[in-house]
């Protein structure tokens, strides 16, 4: 029985989440995007689908824990993404974003469920060859109130066309006040490539990172 | 002799309309291979596109029409306003497609 809830759980976690930390948090009108980012203290799964070129809608579900594993949190949301503005330059685009989620968290230091809320924001500003992101999130419920601040840069090695992957080197700064007071700071090689993005690095402690955004 | 001329003229339009084939739009924003699909997928999509072609490094988007059909400019512009691009202008070119992606190769 426990087996199968713990199955089921995972299900859930393959369903969810609107992630805050890459490129884009959404693809085109009318696609799909299939989102992950997992590392020792965090994970978090998502999928949404654009119903415009400025609105998408989805299901997220993302874990956190702290460095010792002694305290953990889930999140479970129906997550809205909105593109707030974007200014389209000759060789390069801005983008401001609205990321905000509704659904339950649960714990293992409170009881029970508690309704939480998750209202972000995310700023872009990218060229074919540089990238830089910065990014806020509050999941606030009850009792259980946590930030999640994120910071990021990134070049690329060289120009490609859009049918050859592209390879880039990103550091990124992430504050998650439920596992650390301080910013962890991650360097990761990204692969963009058609319909793909997968990025993977290792924090200065040593911790792997593996993130994947799928488009279709 | 006149009936010859009339028909070398016919024929001579005929093969002009035939080059002028493709849609050259020059696109603002266009910055990643996310963007690229997005236009490329909704490009497509359109009754008289053969062929489409995102050019990310001239941030460009070459449209091949259907043999017999004419390309909609208007149309393929809101397309691409509606993927979140801004269009910057568009122009007729004489290559299909695959001519002007041979080309964009031995440039390099």
Same mark, same amino acid.
């Given at each position: 029985m426990k087996q199968a809830i713990s199955l089921a759980s995972f299900f859930l976690l393959l369903l969810g989440a609107v992630s805050h930390?890459? =490129? =884009?948090?959404m693809g085109f009108k009318n696609s799909w995007m299939l989102m992950g980012d997992f590392s020792k203290t965090y994970q978090e799964f998502g999928l949404n689908y654009a119903t415009t070129a400025n609105d998408a809608f989805g299901i997220s579900a993302s874990a956190m824990q702290t460095d010792n594993s002694v305290s953990k949190q889930q999140n479970l949301e129906a997550v809205y993404t909105r593109k707030l503005a974007r200014w389209n330059l000759p060789e390069a685009q801005a983008n401001i974003w609205f990321i905000g989620g509704l659904g339950s968290t649960t714990g293992n230091t409170f009881t029970g469920s508690k309704a939480m809320a998750s209202p972000g924001i995310q700023v872009d500003y990218e060229t074919t060859r540089f990238y830089s992101m910065a990014s806020a999130r509050v999941y606030t419920a009850q009792g259980a109130t946590s930030k999640i601040t994120t910071a990021r840069l990134g070049a690329s090695f060289y120009e490609a066309d859009y049918d050859e992957p592209q390879p880039w080197v990103v550091i990124e700064a992430r504050r998650m006040t439920f596992v650390c007071k301080q910013y962890e700071f991650t360097p990761m090689v990204r692969v963009i490539h058609k319909r793909y993005f997968v990025e993977a690095g290792a924090n200065l402690s040593g911790q792997l990172r593996f993130n994947f955004m799928y488009n279709y | 002799m006149k009936q010859l001329n009339i028909i070398i003229a016919i024929a001579l339009m005929s093969l002009s309309q035939m080059a002028l084939a493709s849609a050259k739009v020059t696109v603002n924003g266009m910055v990643c291979s996310f963007c690229a699909q997005g236009i490329e997928k909704s490009i497509s999509k359109m009754d008289e596109t053969k062929a489409v072609f995102v050019d990310l490094k001239n941030k460009v988007v070459i449209v091949e029409a259907k043999e017999g059909k004419t390309l909609n400019e208007k149309l393929i512009s809101q397309e691409i306003i509606d993927s979140g691009y801004d269009v910057v202008k568009i122009e007729t070119i004489p290559q299909t497609v695959a001519q002007f992606r041979t080309q964009q190769k031995d440039k390099k």
């Open positions: 930390s890459f =490129a =884009a948090p | -």
